[in-house]
């Protein structure tokens, strides 16, 4: 017995072992009494050193969200929604490009429950999360769960888990709430209140302190309605990026806003706020004593939301991740900055001399902010055309109204553009010159999207990239220059019409299957080995591997002329027709999806859930290489592993 330890252990240490099925997470269920007839609901996940878990609120092109499902039955109600006790961490994550949030070692989630009969309930449900690492990521897990609620369970004490609140990320909201705050003073509907509103403090006042006592009061006031603002969106817990998102109805609102105000700041037409509203705070404003700077400022924040209501969304969309605490700083950190100028101006008014009168740059900015609303509006167009399917707008359409607008926005720096309201341009100021730098570089830089450029550093806000080729004359060692054009290396006829084809694709123009008995059977009237590509929608390794190894004339060309290949998505929500359902011989469960029965294949087969990974197998569906492929993005590699395959076969 020791000695076949002792083996183990060798294979183990010397990497024999190719494969494994990873279980980075493990879930904890505990239940804690917080009255004779409610109780809380706890789902704590102990995560794995170097990997992370995802969060609830996940932007559109993201991986799947963790959430806890719970079947209501008539035995009890939930009370509130879902609380995370453990904060995640907001950080920019390589693998999906993008600001997302993370887990790491720990998440802790409670669920408040109202109990409706006196007899013992149990909870059932399950939680779906995601996890990876920086090398791989796994499909999404469903781990099921059944808690009892009986009173033996509720009068047992649960230790409760600590909250743990990320400085980092409060600190990160803080700074940026305070560009937004400095960004917004900036806009045309704000800067020319500047003078008027310190000037209203010093009409009247023989006392100087008095006046400086008032612009203060009136920058609090500012910090405090903003504040305000933020504490109501964390006690509403209204998710505004996931809605967004997800959504199409905010979606169309706010593309609406968004055009609304670039043509209002184009000079179309004037956004005037109701005249009773802004007189009756006006009036207010007018009282003597601590009410006037108070209602001063709330008609400060009135009048300037037609500029900074953008700001103001994007902000609060970014600090919502369900925690209180972070829009109230969010917002604390715009009012901050806000209202800064306010009372230092009012504290010290000598310095309003010094400031740049209003007149045409102003509207220079004014109409720079209408060619950036312009752009962003189509993104709420993107989130609803990939959310609903409706093959409006796709990549290059996106990139080529961009490219428009962009290039109409640096002429319009150059002088060359020039709208109603827009002053003479005798000169071009070194400010302006270098956004105008900026400008075009950023045009070029969209260009290059035209032609199959990744456009990595913007491409959250992109539609996904369609099929691109790239020409056989590249080196096999760097990847080439992609274009919008059909393969060059077409596979053979398939056998018969894959299943799935209306809405699933292999890259580059290559022909396969998304179905293994349909690949296996034309492996065998083919005589070829066939490839199977385990893959996820939601995996940016494999879209990686894609880029940089597929693209490759070489692999494309072994691809397309010596295999039959097939693309199992092991995290697909297709449902499937009931003759084709599976039970697992792994969990026992009835797999009705398509991603759940790849998924088990997988794992059944061979004992990894890893994506992304490639197998070769025989006619007969026996692997015939020493091991499978996992992510590498060496193409010599691949290149080996394809030859390795076809000799065995």
Known sequence: MKKILTILLIVLLSGKIYSQVFQPVSWEYSLEKTSENEAILIFRAVIEKNWHMY???????????????????????????LQVITPPEIKYDNTFEMEIELFNSEAVFKQSIKLLTEEPVEVKGYVEYMVCDDQRCLPPEEEEFSIPVTEKALV??????????????????????????????????????????????????????????????????????????????????????????THWLPNVIFFLIFLLLAFSFFGMFEIVLPSGLANKVDQQADKGGLLGPFFMALATAIISFSCTGPIVGVLLGSAMQG?????????????????????????????????????????????????????????????????????????????AIWIVIFSLLGFYLLGKLKFSHDSELPF????RLIFIIITFSFVIYLITGLFGAPLKNISPMLPPAEAVYVAPTASVHTPAEQVSVPSFFQSEELCAAPKYQDFLHLPYGLSGYFDYEQALACAKEKNKPLFIDFIGHTCKNCKQMYAVVWSDPRIQKKLSEDFVVLALYTDDKTKLPESEWITSEIDGKVKKTMGK????????????????????????????????????????????????GKKNF
């Open 156 to 245: 047992a004490e649960t230790k409760d888990t600590p909250e743990k609140k990320s400085d980092k990320t409060l600190w990160g909201i803080f700074i940026i709430a305070l560009l937004g705050g400095f960004g917004g003073i900036l806009t045309p509907c704000v800067y020319p209140m500047i003078p008027l509103t310190v000037s209203f403090f010093m009409r009247g006042e023989k006392s100087r302190g008095k006046a400086i006592f008032n612009g203060v009061f009136f920058g609090l006031s500012i910090i405090a309605i903003y504040t305000f603002v933020g504490l109501i969106a964390g006690i509403t817990k209204v998710d505004l990026a996931n809605a967004v998102s």
């Open 323 to 399: 925690e209180i605490l972070q829009p109230v700083v969010g917002m604390f950190g715009f009012g901050l900055s806000f209202s800064l100028p306010f009372a230092l101006l009012a504290i010290f008014p000598g310095m309003m001399n010094k400031l740049p009168k209003s007149g045409g740059w102003l509207n220079a900015v004014k109409v720079f902010i209408a060619f950036i609303l312009l752009a962003f509006s189509l993104i709420f167009v993107v989130n609803v055309n990939e959310t609903y399917n409706l093959g409006i707008l796709n990549r290059t359409t996106f990139i």
């Open 428 to 431: 071009i100021t070194v400010p």
């Open 597 to 644: 029965k790849n998924k088990d294949f997988q794992v059944s087969r061979f004992n990894s859930n890893a994506l992304p990974m490639y197998v070769i197998l025989d006619n007969n569906g026996e692997l015939i290489t020493e091991k499978p492929y996992f992510y590498d993005t060496n193409v010599e590699n691949l290149a080996n592993w394809l030859e390795e």
């Open 55 to 81: 969060g609830l609120n996940i932007p559109e092109g993201g991986p799947v969200a963790t959430s806890v499902n719970i079947e209501q039955t008539a035995d009890f109600e939930k009370v509130g929604e």
